[in-house]
């Protein structure tokens, strides 16, 4: 059976023309985690294919192909799928996405998945290779992530990305931030692979590579401290350095902080969110207001931790004056990668049905849903004025003055911390060819949008602009 697994990729990580090389981005989970469920007994002939490093072939050969989904690459997703189908090639669409929209993404495949596919995916496969295949395939309610094989990484050439060692212990989050796609499509249940494993998988991982440095992709890998706690301790003899994320309440514990430092924490992606007190009650994450963030970045630093600092842009509470409040205080408190988002409704999300409910959604083109583009209505500014504010503070916070203060304060003046801001710095000013589309904001109506140009002889003509 010949079997290709496709993530389909927006702007920021396109093969060809994206903002961001594809030196710059590790590799996918998402697809080498299907290949090892795929059931030996098939006798497969599997292909990855990652938009972000390679062009989907137009004469792809293959029984079955399966395409991961996000919201922001649903509309790839599905022309891909639909081409694919007209040619008589079966397609499974599965994802964040079509977990949170079943109903649309069942239009374009001949088969859904949603939820984690550890069992599904399996089934599925069997199903088609004996005539069986169902519509739909969902979640169990008995999953386990007990006893999965390691993820076929060698199905990519290592060359092609940053890094390969992308490792994952736990899934989803306990918490229900009204933004956040995790539990509206997978609950806030914290699955978790046994510690074994875990260890099992990095230690295989080290003795074929050599390389000690690791990626963990989980949402919120201190969410069950208990848990965190194992993890960690049992990180220290595999002297490792990783890099992962946590939210802020790791600051109430002091004592896990010190033993993640030990067991090789680097790195660490922490939602900030907002340096409005007000805003943080919009987005449901009122458990931020406990933490001071100057206090705990310093902490961090202080234990050779450096920060990946996450700021949102758009919730109710925010005016016009947080853009440049936001790039001061990331100056102050040192954080060493800042990145900024627009609030995005998501759907299926809390937060996409108050928006909504309060006739503030202004397109449903889910290409436009990648956290860059403004999508809604705010609250307190224009739709303009919080794309050109967002625009403005990727350009401030990565001026070369900027970066210099920032790395000095944090004692971060290394090479991979001028790296990564560099890199990042790329990005700021290429936000315009990428994200920002001059479609008209204060307009909710008709897709493609059309606006009047003024040209320089003084006549007007009518552009059609294409966005991402």
């Known amino acids: 059976m010949k079997i290709a697994l496709v993530s389909p990729k927006g702007p920021l990580y396109r093969r060809s023309g994206g903002v961001f090389k594809k030196s710059l981005r590790y590799q996918p989970l998402t697809l080498t985690t299907l290949a090892a469920l795929v ?14 490093i390679a062009d989907m072939p137009a004469d792809l050969d293959a029984d ?9 690459t649903a509309k790839r ?5 639909d081409a694919l189908r007209q040619r008589g090639i079966t397609v499974v669409l599965g994802g964040p996405h079509v977990t949170l929209i079943p109903q649309e ?83 806030q249940k914290q699955y978790q692979k046994p510690i074994d494993w875990v260890i099992a998988d990095i230690r295989q991982f080290i003795a074929t590579t050599g390389q000690r440095r690791i990626l963990f992709v989980d949402l919120n890998l201190v969410s069950d401290k208990r848990y965190a706690r194992e993890l960690f301790t049992r990180l220290i003899d595999l002297k490792v350095q990783w890099f992962g994320l946590s939210t802020v309440l790791i600051g109430h514990d002091r004592t896990l902080m010190e033993l993640m430092a030990r067991s090789g924490c680097r ?28 206090a705990l970045i310093a902490d961090l630093h202080h234990l050779g931790i450096a920060i990946q600092g996450c700021f949102v842009f758009g919730l109710d509470h925010d005016t016009p004056d947080v853009f440049d409040a936001t790039v001061q205080f990331a100056i102050d408190a040192a954080v060493d990668l800042p990145r900024f988002a627009v609030l995005t409704p998501f ?28 999508v809604f209505q705010p609250q307190n500014m224009s739709a303009r004025e919080l794309a050109a504010g967002h625009e403005r503070a990727w350009k401030q916070i990565y001026r070369l003055s900027a970066i210099g203060k920032r790395l000095w ?60």
């Open 267 to 294: 790195g660490l992606l922490l939602g900030l969110e907002t340096v409005t007190p007000s805003s943080l009650q919009d987005a449901n994450k009122r458990f931020n207001s406990s933490i001071d963030y100057r």
């Open 39 to 52: 059931p030996p007994e098939l006798n497969p002939e599997l292909r990855l294919i990652d938009e972000g």
């Open 105 to 187: 993404a069942a239009e374009h495949a001949d088969a859904i998945c949603t939820g984690y596919a550890e069992q599904s995916w399996p089934q599925l496969l069997r199903d088609f290779a004996t005539k069986r295949l169902q519509k739909i395939y969902r979640q169990g309610d008995d999953l386990s992530l007990e006893n999965m094989p390691f993820a076929r990484r060698d199905l990519f050439d290592r060359r092609h990305f940053l890094t390969q060692a992308v490792f994952e212990a736990t899934r989803s989050c306990g918490h229900d931030c009204e933004f956040c796609v995790a539990p509206t499509a997978w609950g």
């Open 347 to 374: 759907p299926g999300t809390p937060l996409f049905h108050r928006l909504e409910a309060e006739g503030r959604i202004l397109t449903r083109d889910w290409e436009l849903y990648d956290a860059q583009h403004v």
């Open 64 to 72: 079955l192909v399966g395409i991961t989904v996000i919201t922001g």
């Open 409 to 468: 304060k944090a004692g971060n003046l290394n090479a991979l911390g001028l790296a990564s801001n560099l890199g990042y710095r790329f990005y700021a000013h290429h936000l315009h060819r990428f994200y920002t589309c001059d479609w008209p904001l204060e307009s909710r109506w008709s897709l493609p949008w059309r606006m009047s140009v003024e040209m320089p002889s003084g006549t007007k003509t009518e552009r059609r602009i294409v966005c991402g």
């Open 77 to 81: 997703a599905y022309m891909l799928a």
